[in-house]
């Protein structure tokens, strides 16, 4: 066919058709102006990351605001039902008030919280012990907050004395309804409460979210339905001007709204709408296959600590077999002032045959943020971190090492730094340890100080004095996390002419020939027959390391039986040792299956292998 000829009519059909599923604008340029249903359900659980990880205090003062802040919805539905007889509509025009203020300032109301933290833990990233956790410190800061509120109406003189009257007659309706009246109406608000959230998750401007807040709660007094929050501000207001007995309002008036609400926001709303989405809503959460789920027992069973979900965003090339090589993951803080971290990675991965070194930077937020994550804000982070980033792949791929960069924007970060290891399936991770990191502080979340539990890949912390790594010192027990130092030096030696000595500690001059017999076998089976051998019989460990720190550059510390594992766990990583010596150093713990009590206790019998190349 010519150039000249007309396109085929059916060709040209063909290629709209195909652009148009490619997600391109078809031939009527119709660009779709609204979130799909997976694209609401990715906003709902960023947002309820942030909830269901919140610390007890914050979620109880949150929701103590929210309590006080519903008696306004109590404070105006009475002045209005007083001021214009109880006319139907006219007295319910400003009852969403307090839920408006609720919502919208992003506070913890029991209701609305119903929504996210169940879409998690149907996802199986939360356990049910943690939601539970979740709800109760919600529902208990609401109440207070409630109780704050009545107290203020009754005795504070807020009200009129008609006002009062039809305060207490507000009350009394709910107190002389049914449980199982109560128990239905409540389950019909707890639908509409749910459904603002996820109406609220598809909303794309303030504005919007107010009409629907404002229309949805409307529906609750003209339904005359019952919210939990604010029978419990009518009920404790009932117990502080007339005779109603506490127990008698919350048995027969909450706890059937509370159960209403409860089955009405998780049951009709929340499964409804998980089993709506697609089998892809959380693929970035579970990262291509990724083991990221809860197993059945953590989830019925599990911690009271939920398991974060904070996309990993890639701002470099990933290598073809994610699989195949040695993966170095090495979370920073600041990409320009972390160069030697960088470095002393490469030197380690350099010793593998194929290797990938895999900076992360974690970007700290703030530990609250109202409907998750600002889309605009969260891509400005990106693309500045992919900038600083860029000089640090360059210092990688001057290694001739693969390098793949990622970002981590949370408001957390020693979870998502182990979470990462986790998913990527690193074999080695290495961090910076100083008082200035993320992850040593600890803000929003665990910090450092706090690790108990094996780590999910070998792990290696740095403490950077003007690293230098001509001249290794490796205090040498029987462990694994001593075989894990021993590793990294061998390392060094071959992709840095390191030269290394290693210490072995013994407890009187009696045990000195046995301890130059171990410290031979130790160094034939870690392929350093080159290394200076010392053997102290003093029996103090850390004096010794002292004393022999001064002549070198680096010391690469295990967990020395019961002492130094110890103190990383208990005493914020104070280690006298490594306060009182001018070298760098570097703590190494392995990979492994050892309980708690087995790793500050006590060492397991293991069989010892040379590391596999």
């Known amino acids: 066919m010519s150039t000249d000829d007309p396109p085929d009519p059916e060709e040209t059909v063909r290629e709209a058709v195909e652009r148009s599923r490619s997600g391109a604008p078809a031939v009527g340029e119709v660009v779709r102006d609204r979130f799909s249903t997976d694209e609401v359900f990715q906003r709902i659980v960023a947002a309820a990351d942030e909830e269901i990880t919140a610390g007890s205090r914050e979620l109880f003062f949150s929701g103590l605001a929210a309590g006080f802040a519903i008696t306004i919805t109590f404070l105006l539905y009475a002045s209005l039902t007083a001021s214009t007889d109880g006319h139907p509509v006219l007295s319910a025009l ?41 709800w109760i410190v919600v529902l208990a800061g609401n109440f207070a907050g409630g109780t704050v509120g009545a107290a203020a109406l009754a005795w504070g003189g807020v009200f009129s004395p008609s006002t009062a009257a039809t305060a207490v007659d507000l009350g009394r309706k709910g107190i002389e309804t049914a449980p199982e009246t109560l128990f239905v ?24 979210r107010i009409v629907v807040v404002y229309l949805a709660f409307l529906a609750v007094p003209l339904g005359n339905l019952f919210h939990v929050v604010v029978s419990y501000a009518e009920m404790t207001y009932l117990v502080f001007v007339t005779d109603l007995s506490i127990l008698v309002g919350l048995t027969e008036f909450v706890v059937p709204v509370l159960l209403g609400n409860t089955v009405g926001g998780v049951v009709l709303v929340t499964v409804v709408n998980y089993f ?6 959380l693929e970035s959460a579970r990262f291509e296959g990724a083991k990221r789920q809860l197993s059945p027992r953590e989830w019925v069973f599990g911690s009271l600590a939920g398991r974060s979900y904070v996309p990993l965003v890639d701002t470099g090339d990933r290598t073809a077999d994610v699989d195949g090589p040695y993966r170095v993951i090495v979370p920073i ?40 994550y600002g889309s605009g804000q969260h891509e400005r982070i990106i693309d500045e971190s992919d900038r600083k980033l860029e000089d640090v792949r360059s210092v990688v791929r001057s290694h001739d090492i693969e390098v793949e960069t990622s970002t981590i924007v949370s408001h957390r970060s020693f979870e998502e730094i182990f979470d990462v290891a986790e998913r990527e399936n690193a074999d080695l991770l290495m961090i910076g340890w100083d008082d200035d990191r993320p992850w040593t502080a600890g803000r929003g979340g665990r910090s450092l100080t706090d690790l108990g539990g094996a780590p999910p890949c070998d792990f290696l912390a740095l403490r950077d004095r003007d690293l230098d790594t001509s001249r290794l010192l490796l205090p040498t027990v029987d462990s694994p996390d001593c075989a894990l130092g021993t590793e990294v030096a061998r390392a060094l030696t071959e992709t840095a002419g390191s030269t290394s000595t290693l210490l072995h ?19 034939t089976d870690y392929g350093l027959d080159d290394a200076e051998l010392v053997v102290d019989d003093s029996g103090d460990v850390e004096a010794a390391i002292e004393r022999e720190a ?3 550059s680096l010391i690469v510390l295990g967990a020395v039986e019961r002492g130094l594992l110890t103190r990383l766990v208990a005493d914020s990583l104070r280690l006298d040792v490594v306060d009182e010596i001018d070298c760098s150093v570097l703590l190494a713990e392995r990979e492994g299956s050892r309980s708690l009590r087995e790793r500050l206790f006590g060492r397991r019998t293991h069989a010892r292998e040379p590391s596999k190349r």
């Open 276 to 281: 709506q989405t697609t089998e892809h809503r």
């Open 94 to 134: 400003l009852y969403p008030l307090g839920f408006i203020y609720i919502i919208i300032g992003g506070y913890q109301l029991y209701t609305e919280n119903t929504l996210p933290p169940v879409a998690l833990t149907l996802e199986r990233l939360v356990s049910i012990p943690a939601l539970l956790r979740n």
């Open 185 to 208: 109406k409540a389950a019909f608000a707890g639908l509409i409460v749910a459904g603002v959230v996820w109406v609220e998750y598809a909303a794309r401007d303030t504005v919007s």
């Open 333 to 372: 803080s600041n990409p320009r002032t972390e160069m030697r971290l960088i470095e002393l990675a490469c030197l380690i991965a350099d010793e593998r045959e194929s290797a990938v070194v895999h900076p992360v930077h974690v970007v700290q937020v703030p530990g609250r943020r109202t409907g998750g």
């Open 550 to 552: 001064a002549d070198h």
């Open 505 to 523: 500690v013994v407890k009187s001059p009696d045990e000195r020939t046995a301890g130059e017999e171990f410290l031979q076998r130790w160094a």
